[in-house]
């Protein structure tokens, strides 16, 4: 047995406004390590929920997304009349022509204008997306010029409240009801009859059709037929998978942007760290010496100094994850620069980063501790046992 | 000096320089000592004649630069660093002038700290803990802190770490140097107790008359040579 746990843990207490100190500074950088993840945790699981696995969207080839892309109406009726359509209980497809433009919008408060995304949606488009309901009002009747908002929107953006009038392809339209799309991208939207914004935007195509499948296993075989199809110029792609692609950019972004700022930070921690394990080393020299003098070897001292850090390091990691945590009330909006629209989501920390950041902070204290730990260690005893 | 029994310590032809820059200040010159089992020594001699650095020899934390060093018929100049480690927790009890107890452990713990060393069960470490802190009187200050503890019972402590794991020698470095002459009076007695009641041999280096006077011999170290009293 070597030097007991205690001995680290009460060297720690003893110092506590020093233990304090260091482990805020490495506790601000697991914040910002484990901040950044829960970001894009927070981004992809909007994206993310933002699909369902038993839709498909059909999109034009190599278009990254809906804003990007064109689907001719006469593709789009050859699509509606595939066989793979499920059919609703009121014997129409459960397959929705829609049209994603994007405005720009001024934020309440602020005035500050942000891209949003308006969808020209069919009859079966809320079906489609049985995570979607409307929160208030109605939706808007066909043929007229009526809309309805994401609660993002109909929050945070002028004009986008229920009975507020949203001016856009030079047309005013009516918010006659507000959807409530959870933490999906769908908050983000506004929608109305997409025969009337094609007219509005003046549009020819649709920008993607979304159907739900009849047999969802059926997919690998369906999305054969059509990209093999000479007469149509489209790809199909899960749901679920449509979005996580969306999300990939952003999210990427994110995790390298938190890396680099990481790596920055924890530099300057790392080496707060090692100075306040060599101050603890220098200020028990005697008792490194007479741990030595009674038998204990040199491994055991590096052992109880490594030990020492690491719980510096994981003081650390609680307090950073612990202020990470709070980060979850917060609800951010940013550009998704793949659908160049602006969306809203929230920090999510899950169990995976959780343990990273507190693997990171004991890393960081294993990296500080080690260079004292092994002066600690290699000091000769008499010269120790003369210091104290 | 003739023995019934070998010695428990036997130092042949011993010699030590330290170093400084390029410089070699010798220490102990040709030392030649025997200590008898269950003897109480007393090292004296003027600052740097070299007592805490044969005391050091002896108990296995510096190493000669020639001669050799028998204790309990183990010649322990040929040990390897961690090999030394190892007989010291099982051999040697260290006494120091400042007691060296770990501050952030409380009497019982910096006691148990050698036993931790051993293969013993926490409740046979327990029994052997309680039974030194016995010993010398402390068996109400288990609980406290080197730092609730008098000078005199720190020592006290710390002498019961030093035979918790019953080794046979106990050095002890200046063990009265720090105290006031009551608590001092106090040590040495415990000292003497352990000697004549418990056979332990008792190797310590002082400064004090009045402390040497408790050892059966004296021994003088001057430049670096060894002298029996005068």
Same mark, same amino acid.
């Not at chain 1, 990007?68 to 059919?87: F, H």
């Given at each position: 047995?070597?030097?007991?746990y &205690?001995?680290?843990?009460?060297?720690?207490?003893t110092?506590?406004?020093?233990?304090?100190?260091?482990?805020?500074?490495?506790?601000?950088?697991?914040?910002?390590?484990?901040?950044?993840?829960?970001?894009?945790?927070?981004?992809?699981?909007?994206?993310?929920?933002?699909?369902?696995?038993?839709?498909? +969207?059909?999109?034009?080839?190599?278009?990254?997304s809906?804003?990007?892309?064109?689907?001719?109406?006469?593709?789009?009726?050859?699509?509606?009349?595939?066989?793979?359509?499920?059919?609703?209980?009121?014997?129409?497809?459960?397959?929705?022509?829609?049209?994603? +433009?994007?405005?720009?919008?001024?934020k309440?408060?602020?005035?500050?204008?942000?891209? +949003?995304?308006?969808?020209?949606?069919?009859?079966?488009?809320?079906?489609?997306?049985?995570?979607?309901?409307?929160k208030?009002?109605?939706?808007?009747?066909?043929?007229?010029?009526?809309?309805?908002?994401?609660?993002?929107?109909?929050r945070?953006?002028?004009?986008?409240?229920?009975?507020?009038?949203?001016?856009?392809?030079?047309?005013?339209?009516?918010?006659?009801?507000?959807?409530d @799309?959870?933490?999906?991208?769908?908050?983000?939207?506004?929608?109305?009859?997409?025969?009337?914004?094609?007219q509005?935007?003046?549009?020819? @195509?649709?920008?993607?059709?979304?159907?739900?499948?009849?047999?969802?296993?059926?997919?690998?075989?369906?999305?054969?037929?059509?990209?093999?199809?000479?007469?149509?110029?489209?790809?199909?792609?899960?749901?679920t998978?449509?979005?996580?692609?969306?999300?990939?950019?952003? &999210?990427?972004?994110?995790?390298?942007?938190?890396?680099?700022?990481?790596?920055?930070?924890?530099?300057?921690?790392?080496?707060?760290?090692t100075?306040?394990?060599?101050?603890a080393v220098?200020?028990?020299?005697?008792?490194?010496?007479?741990?030595?003098?009674?038998?204990?070897?040199?491994?055991?001292?590096?052992?109880?100094?490594?030990?020492?850090?690491?719980?510096?390091?994981?003081?650390?990691?609680?307090?950073?994850?612990?202020?990470?945590?709070?980060?979850?009330l917060?609800?951010?909006?940013?550009?998704?620069?793949?659908?160049?629209?602006?969306?809203?989501?929230?920090?999510?920390?899950t169990?995976?980063?959780?343990?990273?950041?507190?693997?990171?902070?004991?890393?960081?204290?294993?990296?500080?501790?080690m260079?004292?730990?092994?002066?600690?260690?290699?000091?000769n005893?008499?010269?120790?046992?003369? @210091?104290? | 000096?003739?023995?019934?029994?070998?010695?428990?310590?036997?130092?042949?032809?011993?010699?030590?320089?330290?170093?400084?820059?390029?410089?070699?200040?010798?220490?102990?010159?040709?030392?030649?000592?025997?200590?008898?089992?269950?003897?109480?020594?007393?090292?004296?001699?003027?600052?740097?004649?070299?007592?805490?650095?044969?005391?050091?020899?002896?108990?296995?934390?510096?190493?000669?630069?020639?001669?050799?060093?028998?204790?309990?018929?183990?010649?322990?100049?040929?040990?390897?660093?961690?090999?030394?480690?190892?007989?010291?927790?099982?051999?040697?009890?260290?006494?120091f002038?400042?007691?060296?107890?770990?501050?952030?452990?409380?009497?019982?713990?910096?006691?148990?700290?050698?036993?931790?060393?051993?293969?013993?069960?926490r409740?046979?470490?327990?029994?052997?803990?309680?039974a030194?802190?016995?010993?010398v009187?402390?068996?109400?200050?288990?609980?406290?802190?080197?730092?609730?503890?008098?000078?005199?019972?720190?020592?006290?402590?710390?002498?019961?770490?030093?035979?918790?794991?019953?080794?046979?020698?106990?050095?002890?470095?200046?063990?009265?140097?720090?105290?006031?002459?009551?608590?001092?009076?106090?040590?040495?007695?415990?000292?003497?107790?352990?000697?004549?009641?418990?056979?332990?041999?008792?190797?310590?280096?002082?400064?004090?008359?009045?402390?040497?006077?408790?050892?059966?011999?004296?021994?003088?170290?001057?430049?670096?040579?060894?002298n029996?009293?005068?």
């Amino acid at each position: 047995m070597g030097i007991p746990y &205690s001995y680290s843990f009460r060297n720690l207490w003893t110092r506590r406004l020093t233990t304090l100190l260091t482990a805020s500074g490495m506790g601000l950088v697991v914040f910002v390590f484990a901040a950044t993840l829960m970001l894009a945790e927070g981004l992809q699981q909007t994206l993310v929920a933002t699909g369902s696995p038993d839709n498909v +969207v059909v999109i034009r080839k190599s278009a990254n997304s809906e804003v990007q892309s064109a689907v001719e109406r006469g593709q789009a009726s050859l699509l509606e009349s595939a066989p793979e359509v499920a059919i609703g209980p009121d014997g129409n497809p459960l397959f929705a022509k829609e049209l994603v +433009v994007l405005i720009n919008l001024k934020k309440r408060g602020s005035d500050s204008p942000a891209n +949003v995304v308006i969808r020209g949606v069919s009859a079966a488009s809320l079906r489609l997306r049985p995570a979607i309901r409307l929160k208030e009002g109605r939706m808007p009747r066909p043929g007229s010029a009526e809309v309805v908002s994401g609660a993002s929107i109909a929050r945070r953006f002028k004009g986008g409240g229920m009975g507020e009038t949203l001016r856009f392809g030079m047309r005013d339209w009516r918010v006659v009801g507000v959807l409530d @799309a959870g933490a999906t991208g769908f908050s983000s939207e506004i929608w109305g009859d997409s025969d009337q914004m094609m007219q509005a935007f003046r549009r020819q @195509a649709y920008s993607s059709v979304i159907f739900r499948m009849r047999i969802p296993s059926e997919f690998e075989a369906f999305k054969a037929r059509v990209e093999s199809d000479p007469r149509l110029t489209v790809e199909a792609k899960r749901e679920t998978r449509y979005y996580l692609d969306q999300s990939e950019a952003m &999210s990427s972004f994110l995790r390298i942007l938190g890396m680099v700022l990481t790596v920055v930070f924890s530099i300057g921690a790392v080496i707060g760290a090692t100075i306040t394990m060599y101050a603890a080393v220098a200020n028990r020299i005697g008792e490194i010496g007479t741990l030595r003098a009674l038998g204990f070897q040199r491994r055991s001292i590096l052992s109880a100094f490594i030990m020492e850090a690491l719980l510096l390091g994981l003081c650390g990691g609680i307090l950073g994850v612990g202020a990470a945590s709070f980060m979850q009330l917060i609800t951010i909006s940013t550009m998704n620069w793949q659908s160049f629209s602006e969306l809203a989501f929230s920090f999510s920390l899950t169990f995976g980063i959780l343990w990273k950041s507190l693997l990171f902070s004991l890393v960081m204290g294993l990296v500080g501790g080690m260079l004292p730990a092994v002066r600690a260690a290699r000091m000769n005893i008499v010269t120790a046992l003369r @210091a104290s | 000096m003739e023995f019934s029994s070998p010695p428990i310590v036997a130092i042949r032809n011993l010699s030590k320089s330290y170093h400084r820059g390029n410089q070699t200040l010798p220490v102990l010159s040709n030392i030649n000592c025997d200590i008898a089992r269950g003897e109480f020594v007393a090292l004296m001699g003027p600052s740097g004649s070299g007592k805490s650095t044969l005391l050091n020899l002896i108990a296995g934390i510096d190493s000669a630069d020639q001669g050799s060093i028998q204790v309990g018929g183990i010649e322990i100049t040929t040990l390897s660093e961690s090999e030394l480690a190892r007989w010291r927790a099982g051999n040697v009890g260290f006494i120091f002038q400042f007691y060296n107890l770990i501050p952030v452990l409380t009497a019982y713990e910096n006691v148990e700290l050698p036993l931790l060393l051993t293969s013993l069960k926490r409740r046979e470490r327990r029994d052997h803990v309680e039974a030194v802190l016995s010993v010398v009187g402390l068996s109400d200050r288990m609980d406290h802190y080197p730092s609730q503890l008098s000078g005199g019972q720190q020592q006290r402590v710390a002498i019961a770490r030093a035979i918790v794991t019953d080794p046979e020698i106990l050095v002890a470095d200046e063990p009265t140097g720090d105290l006031d002459r009551v608590s001092a009076e106090e040590i040495l007695q415990l000292m003497d107790r352990l000697v004549s009641g418990f056979g332990k041999t008792v190797i310590m280096v002082t400064h004090d008359p009045r402390a040497a006077e408790k050892a059966h011999i004296i021994r003088h170290l001057e430049k670096g040579e060894l002298n029996d009293a005068p």
